[in-house]
């Protein structure tokens, strides 16, 4: 007796609405956990659950997950340069600005556009 075969549909590409909006999901969902510093899981969740389905969703994915490991890593170092206090104020500003670059990118992705977080190490491709 031979086995059925169960035929796997790949999954539907997503219309451009939809990518806009899981683009900018990608970079909003960090919020989610990076005050507990897994800010990198919600762009992680992001791009394996879109982003075989659309390259623009995927890269934004990937845009937003190099960010916030880069990220995770200038807060480990300032927080150890904490101990000698000049930490604080690189905290403060670590803060300050991945709230604005990931409101600026969330803001890009919703228009249909690109965005390039500066000063962000290329982890993942």
Known sequence: MSQPTIAVQPAAPL????????GMAAHLSSFAA?????????PLVVLLVAGDRSPFVRRHAVEALNFNLTWLLYIVVAGIL??????????VALGIGYLVLVIV?????????????PLTIRLVS
Not at 15 to 22: I, L, Q, V
Not at 34 to 42: N, R, S, T
Not at 82 to 91: D, H, K, S, Y
Not at 105 to 117: K, L, M, T
């Open 15 to 22: 219309t451009p609405a939809a990518e806009r909006n899981w």
């Open 105 to 117: 990118a969330s803001v890009e992705a919703s228009r249909g556009g690109e965005y390039r977080y």
């Open 82 to 91: 904490a101990v000698i206090l000049i930490g604080l104020p690189i905290l």
């Open 34 to 42: 990076a005050y507990v510093a897994l800010g990198f899981l919600g």
